[in-house]
């Protein structure tokens, strides 16, 4: 039977146009972070199970891909953890590898395993595919691009700094109509959850706090209740959910509530301070907001966090990241900070394109195209070609010498701009016949003077 072509749900096809316009979010992307000193690196695909699992909390977890071993490693599967019902091991024993669910799991581990070649604070930059089995839908993908900056090796502040001023720099470069960096720190959700009494369930309550703007309040205290916060735990916490005013305001009204939490008055002092640079180098502050409600999900998080959202769009978060103090020790290089932040580059793209901000030049075709009249006449147009590329001029020469109403369909369809015509009169003119295929105009001219128009209307 005839398989019916298809491709896994959460996956897509990328057309050339489409890969142009990619191409032009990476380069544009990456040129931000080589201006800011960063450097770029890449790791596998896939991963050890053990170096991914259990970095990015239970939901994570259940996200990962895992790649079936293979061989003689299938038949020494634990089938005795199969008959204990005890799953995970059973799963553990089935796969020793899987593919990577982000870039900065995968990077902590490049960072320790080749601390001895690196000089610190080590800025990279990475961008690169990841894959992740959550449910297919507008704007979520199974395998998606992220592109990375992290800078680990240091603890200070103007490190947060300078992914702030990367966000503002790269989403504007996009001409994105408007965008909000919002910006939370860890610590003070450490502080709240310590206040409320509730300091052994922070993953629940960030889980939790992390899903206001798609399942609203009530969902959100539901979500708490199921989690067994309790009453009066989640009465304490619900003002924080209305804050108001500027980020100066709300900022000291946490400082009030949290009055009593070391940590969380030092998660305020961070936040504080970071404003205070941003004043200094005049930064639009319109654009960034302190948003209490803001929990990034991943375990690894231990202060400033940061997530960027468009305007006038239906889109989750385009970017996010922040600080991890200790990532690094999970596999043996103790205390050794760093903060990083992540473009969403598939849900730009998404967004680009609804809004149609692409440049146009991007979807623009073939410059010249070389009917074919049989094999004398392609021989002067390989050669013309070859001059044409040597000046940077993309063209190429039809490859058969099938009708002319073929040839120009052709060059229609792949948006030519210009046809060369070479038939047996202008081969014993010396000339060719240059074709203007959106206005109609045909121009007869010696071969010198075609190099030449071409090279003059680069």
């Known amino acids: 039977m005839i398989q019916k072509p298809t491709i896994p749900k959460g996956t897509r096809d990328f057309l050339p146009q489409d890969v142009a316009r990619r191409n032009y979010i990476f380069d544009t992307i990456k040129s931000v972070f080589k201006m800011h000193g960063f450097a770029p690196i890449e790791t596998p695909s896939f991963e050890l199970s053990s170096t991914l699992m259990g970095k990015y909390g239970?939901?994570?977890d259940r996200l990962i891909f895992r790649i079936l071993n293979s061989g003689e490693k299938m038949k020494r599967a634990d089938l005795s953890a199969l008959q204990e019902d005890n799953l995970p091991?059973?799963?553990?024993?089935?796969?020793?590898?899987?593919?990577?669910?982000?870039?900065?799991?995968?990077?902590a581990r490049f960072v320790v395993q080749h601390q001895n070649e690196l000089t610190?604070?080590?800025?990279?930059y990475q961008i690169q595919a990841v894959w992740r089995a959550?449910?297919?839908?507008?704007?979520?993908?199974?395998?998606?691009?992220?592109?990375?900056?992290?800078?680990?090796?240091?603890?200070?502040?103007?490190?947060?700094?300078?992914?702030?001023?990367?966000?503002?720099?790269?989403?504007?470069?996009?001409?994105?109509?408007?965008?909000?960096?919002?910006?939370?720190?860890?610590?003070?959700?450490t502080g709240i959850a310590e206040l409320i009494g509730e300091s052994g369930k922070l993953v629940d309550i960030v889980v939790a706090i992390d899903q206001l703007d798609k399942i609203g309040k009530e969902g959100v205290i539901t979500e708490l209740e199921n989690k067994g916060i309790s009453s009066k735990a989640i009465v304490a916490i619900q003002p924080l959910f209305?804050?108001?005013?500027?980020?100066?305001?709300?900022?000291?009204?946490?400082?009030?509530?949290?009055?009593?939490?070391?940590?969380?008055?030092?998660?305020?002092?961070?936040l504080r301070n970071i404003f205070s640079l941003l004043d200094k180098i005049e930064f639009n502050h319109e654009i960034i907001e302190f948003d209490i409600t803001l929990a990034r999900g991943l375990n690894y998080y231990t202060g400033a966090i940061f997530e960027v959202h468009a305007h006038d769009v239906k889109m989750g978060s385009i970017c996010g990241g922040g600080r991890?103090?200790?990532?690094?020790?999970?596999?043996?290089?103790?205390?050794?900070?760093?903060?990083?932040?992540?473009?969403?580059?598939?849900?730009?793209?998404?967004?680009?394109?609804?809004?149609?901000?692409?440049?146009?030049?991007?979807?623009?075709?073939?410059?010249?195209?070389?009917?074919?009249?049989?094999?004398?006449?392609?021989?002067?147009?390989?050669?013309?070609?070859?001059?044409?590329?040597?000046?940077?001029?993309d063209c190429e020469v039809y490859p058969s010498p099938l009708k002319m109403q073929k040839q120009l369909k052709y060059a229609n369809d792949r948006g030519v701009k210009f046809v060369a015509i070479i038939g047996e009169e202008e081969m014993k003119l010396g000339k060719i016949i240059l074709k203007n295929m959106e206005s109609g105009e045909q121009i007869l001219m010696d071969k010198a003077s075609f190099i030449n128009y071409f090279k003059t209307t680069k």
Do not use: M
């Not at 610190?120 to 990279?124: I, M």
């Open 242 to 270: 209305d804050l108001q005013g500027s980020n100066k305001e709300k900022l000291d009204k946490i400082a009030v509530f949290l009055s009593e939490s070391k940590i969380g008055l030092k998660g305020v002092e961070e």
């Open 89 to 107: 091991r059973f799963a553990n024993s089935l796969s020793e590898k899987a593919l990577r669910y982000d870039l900065t799991v995968p990077f």
């Open 134 to 189: 959550d449910r297919p839908q507008h704007g979520r993908y199974q395998e998606f691009f992220q592109c990375d900056a992290d800078v680990v090796g240091s603890d200070s502040l103007l490190c947060e700094l300078e992914l702030i001023q990367i966000f503002d720099a790269v989403l504007s470069r996009f001409n994105l109509p408007g965008f909000t960096i919002k910006i939370n720190n860890r610590k003070i959700l």
């Open 324 to 393: 991890y103090d200790d990532l690094t020790g999970l596999f043996g290089l103790k205390d050794l900070s760093g903060v990083g932040i992540s473009f969403g580059a598939d849900r730009i793209y998404d967004i680009l394109k609804e809004l149609d901000l692409f440049p146009k030049y991007l979807t623009e075709g073939l410059t010249v195209l070389f009917v074919n009249f049989g094999e004398k006449e392609s021989e002067i147009a390989l050669k013309l070609a070859v001059s044409l590329r040597a000046n940077s001029i």
């Open 120 to 124: 610190f604070p080590f800025k990279r």
């Open 58 to 60: 239970e939901e994570g």
